[in-house]
C-alpha cells in the first residue's frame, strides 16, 4: 500500500465547475505538500500545510491531521488549471525526504 | 531568476554509455534532490545532499552516483546506461532541511535504447 494516496486519478470538468482532489497519507507527517505538473512537465509548489486550510486565489487547501486526509480544491475552474496536481508527505525517518502520490490529472474544458 | 536549472532537456543514449545531468541553482540553498518519473508512479527519490560536501541514498540509487561539487551544483551520473532507467529525471532545491516547499527545475526526458 502507498504510503500517499491520491483520488481520482483522472478527472475532467467543464469550466467554472468546483474542483476536489483528495489525498489521504499513512505515514506521521509535518507538513503536506501539494504541486502542480504542467502539461510541459515543470513543477511547481502550491502548497505547505499542516493544519487547518490555506488559500491562494482560486486554489484552497485543507488538511485534517486526526483523519490524516487532505483535499485541494479549485473554484470557478478553468481551463488553464489543466494539469497534474500531485501531494506529497515528508518521511517519518527522515523529514527532508518527501513521499508523492502518483497524481491527479485534471483536464478542464471551456 | 533562473531558480533551477537542468541541462540537458532531452537525450537519447545507447545501452552501456554513460553521462552525467547536470542542476544548478541560484537561490543558495543547502538541500539538494535528484527524482526519476516514470508513468503510473510517484515521483521517487535517487539521491540527495543535505548541504554541500553530503549525500545520501534515496529510494531508487542502483546505478547512479552524484556529486555536489559546490553549494550551487548537483550532477547525477549514470555509468552504464540501461533502458530500465529511460525516466524524466527532475532535480530540486530547498533552502534547508525544516518545512520549505522543494523548487524543481524543469526535467531532463532521458531515453536509454
Known amino acids: 500500500k502507498n504510503e500517499v494516496e491520491q483520488s481520482p486519478q483522472n478527472l475532467t470538468a467543464q469550466e467554472g465547475e468546483f474542483i476536489t482532489i483528495n489525498c489521504s497519507y499513512s505515514?506521521?507527517?509535518?507538513?503536506l505538500h501539494w504541486l502542480q505538473q504542467h502539461p510541459g512537465g515543470g513543477i511547481v509548489s502550491l502548497f505547505m500545510l499542516s493544519s487547518g486550510k490555506k488559500k491562494h486565489g482560486r486554489l484552497i487547501a485543507t488538511i485534517n491531521i486526526q483523519e490524516k486526509h487532505s483535499s485541494l480544491h479549485i473554484t470557478a475552474s478553468h481551463p488553464r488549471d489543466s494539469a497534474v496536481y500531485i501531494c506529497?508527505?515528508?518521511?517519518?525517518?527522515?523529514?527532508?525526504?518527501?513521499?508523492f502520490g502518483t497524481g491527479t490529472r485534471l483536464q478542464v474544458f471551456p | 531568476n533562473a531558480g533551477v536549472t537542468q541541462t540537458p532537456k532531452f537525450q537519447v543514449l545507447k545501452t552501456g554509455q554513460s553521462m552525467t545531468l547536470q542542476c544548478a541553482q541560484d537561490m543558495n540553498h543547502n538541500s539538494m534532490y535528484w527524482y526519476r518519473q516514470d508513468p503510473g508512479m510517484g515521483l521517487r527519490l535517487i539521491y540527495y545532499?543535505?548541504?554541500?560536501?553530503?549525500?545520501d541514498k534515496g529510494e531508487v540509487p542502483n546505478g547512479y552516483n552524484v556529486s555536489r561539487l559546490n553549494k550551487r551544483e548537483f550532477s547525477l551520473r549514470l555509468e552504464s546506461a540501461a533502458p530500465s532507467q529511460t525516466s524524466v529525471y527532475f532535480c530540486?532545491?530547498?533552502?534547508?532541511?525544516?518545512?520549505?516547499?522543494?523548487?524543481f527545475g524543469d526535467g531532463t526526458r532521458l531515453s536509454i535504447l
Open positions: 506529497a508527505a515528508p518521511r517519518k525517518d527522515n523529514t527532508d525526504k518527501l513521499i
Open positions: 505515514v506521521g507527517i509535518s507538513a
Open positions: 545532499s543535505a548541504s554541500e560536501g553530503t549525500t
Open positions: 530540486a532545491s530547498r533552502r534547508d532541511q525544516s518545512n520549505q516547499p522543494q523548487h
